[in-house]
Structures are given as structure tokens and as C-alpha cells.
């Protein structure tokens, strides 16, 4: 995929890279992807099958955050967590 004339990953590509090396940080990042992003249970058909159990769990973490933080979506994407 090219964007701008720079050689990019798709999305699902990129989701997958970050599941799959099981690194904290690359988790949050997709919990961040699936919240800025508004993408639902749905996308994880659109992976590897082996990426789609850890997208769910990320989802799942992702809904857990917002029931217990729901200042989490009135906060501004730039702003630094409290």
C-alpha cells in the first residue's frame, strides 16, 4: 500500500505485527488502534487466524477500560493520561 508516495503496511498488517511479538507496550498500541479508530469485535475477521484470539482479548480489554474509565473517552487523544 502506498500513501503519499511512502510504502505503507494496511491496517490489518499492522495489527497483527503488533500482536504477535506479545510486548505489553505493542498491546496498549492496538487497545489505542481499536479506540481511535472505532473498530469493533468485527475486524478480527479480517486477520490472521492466528492474530484473532489476541485482537479479542485486546477488544476485550479496550471495553473492560471504558466501563470502569469512562472519563477515558472525554480525554482529548493528545492529552497524557492522569
Do not use: G
Not at 503519499?4 to 498488517?13: A, T
Not at 487497545?31 to 479480517?46: G, P, S, W, Y
Amino acid at each position: 500500500m502506498i500513501i503519499n508516495d511512502i510504502p505503507c503496511v494496511s491496517l490489518e498488517r499492522l495489527v497483527e505485527l503488533k500482536l504477535v511479538p506479545w510486548r505489553y507496550q505493542d498491546w496498549a498500541d492496538v487497545v489505542n488502534l481499536i479506540r481511535t479508530l472505532d473498530l469493533d469485535e468485527a475486524f478480527a475477521q479480517k486477520l490472521n487466524p492466528v492474530a484473532r484470539p489476541f485482537y479479542v482479548q485486546c477488544y476485550d480489554q479496550m471495553v473492560e477500560e471504558d466501563h470502569y474509565n469512562p472519563e477515558i473517552h472525554d480525554r482529548h487523544p493528545d492529552e497524557p493520561e492522569a
